[in-house]
């Protein structure tokens, strides 16, 4: 189809990479020589996906049942200033190969012939498990490289090959990532924390010490990273258990910085509540009033940090929730047309918390 529309089209980066590596990926990233949004239409109709183009940058997602596919026009770029987005413009595939950031990622398989592009020895490296820049200024242009060969390493069990970690480390300590968006930045954290295994990621964050100042001096915590929490949203919790460190002066800064989703906000002074009343956990109903309110990401970051005291007082309160539910609740209430109001959910907790304590028997 790419010989109907006159134009050369390429898989490239993680998919090449994973497909020699014997490994799933659902991502496949398609850089045309040409029109690549053209292509995109064409391939389309054989496809059936749904479609979304962005005419601005070239570029359109097709999604279907079984893949995600990025078409793009390939393209050049050129930093104009170290850490901000580049600017691009259209190019062969061998420029659009050169801007990217590993050789493990500069594979590229031609759809047509379904041969393998090597230009800059991926394959070899992939055979090596070597990460590897091509060239001296990759992590200054973007930082947010330093973040990328640390997942890639961890992720794969690859190496950072010498000159290359040379090159890493030095832009670490010359602090090139604070020129870097906190936008940015927090992307890169997400998919760390989004990774299948987190933890020896975070290892090798703790390792190049590139945590320093950027976390607001917290130190961060790798352990338990690959875990899931009981229930909620998984990058929430495993980015409390992250920061679990974090002082109330800590966690203040890091939302500042940041501009942390409410949710983040509320879980972290959840984990300092809860870490602040931990010798209380010894009674049902200080339990119940230590975690009614707190976040269920925040309850199972504390559940899988702390001694087994703090875990059977939890594992207390879950059994508590789980037996005890109310007959009615706020919903009820709102159905039989009185008016909003906390009180009604302070007489609910009441009459759970006499439940729980066995002042209030259970109908038969
Ligand atoms: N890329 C880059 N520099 C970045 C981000 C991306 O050079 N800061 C290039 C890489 O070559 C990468 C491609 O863009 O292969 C696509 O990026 P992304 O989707 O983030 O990575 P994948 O290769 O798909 O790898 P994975 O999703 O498995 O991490």
Redesign the pocket.
């Known amino acids: 189809m790419s010989e109907k529309i006159g134009v050369n089209a390429y898989i ?4 090449v ?2 497909k020699l590596l014997n490994l799933e ?1 659902d ?1 496949i ?1 398609i850089t045309v020589e040409g029109d690549g949004i053209k292509f995109a239409f064409m391939l389309n109709e054989i496809l059936n996906g749904e479609m979304e183009v962005h005419d601005k940058f070239e570029t359109a997602k097709i999604k279907t049942k079984d893949f995600e596919l990025d078409i793009v026009s390939a393209r050049k770029e050129r930093y104009e200033r170290p850490g901000m987005l580049p600017v691009v413009q259209r190019a062969s595939l061998a420029d659009d190969i050169k ?3 590993f050789t493990i ?2 594979l590229a398989l031609d759809v047509k012939t379904n041969q393998i592009i090597d230009i800059y020895n991926g394959g070899n490296d992939i055979k090596n498990k070597l990460i590897r820049v091509v060239h001296d200024k990759s992590f200054v242009d ?1 930082p ?2 330093i973040f ?1 060969a640390i ?1 890639y390493s961890g992720r794969l069990g690859f190496k950072i090959e010498q000159h290359t970690e040379r090159l890493l480390r030095k832009s670490i300590s010359d602090g090139d990532i604070f020129n870097v968006s906190a936008d940015r930045i927090m992307n890169e954290i997400y998919l760390i924390l989004k990774e299948k295994k987190p933890e020896p990621i975070v290892e090798l964050m703790k390792y190049y010490q590139i945590n320093k100042e950027l976390f607001c001096g917290i130190k961060i915590n790798a352990t338990n990273l690959n875990t899931s929490p009981k229930e909620g949203d998984i990058l929430l919790y495993r980015f409390l258990l992250l920061f679990y460190n974090a002082t109330k002066e800590d966690a203040d800064c890091l939302i500042r910085k940041y501009n942390l989703k409410r949710e983040y906000l509320s879980g972290l002074s959840d984990i300092l509540n809860i870490k602040m009343n931990m010798s209380k956990l010894n009674e049902n109903a200080s339990i119940f009033n230590t975690l009614k309110d707190k976040r269920i990401e925040a309850i199972s970051a504390v559940h899988i940090m702390e001694d087994l005291n703090t875990k059977q007082a939890i594992e207390k309160y879950y059994d508590m929730v789980k037996l005890k539910r109310l007959e009615i609740n706020g919903d009820d209430i709102k159905r039989l047309g009185l008016q909003p109001s906390p009180i009604y959910k302070q007489i609910l907790d009441k009459i759970l918390l006499d439940k729980i304590s066995g002042k209030i028997k259970d109908r038969e």
């Open positions: 490239v980066g993680g998919y990479r994973d990926s991502d990233d801007r990217r950031d990622n500069m973007d947010t490289r990328r997942r």
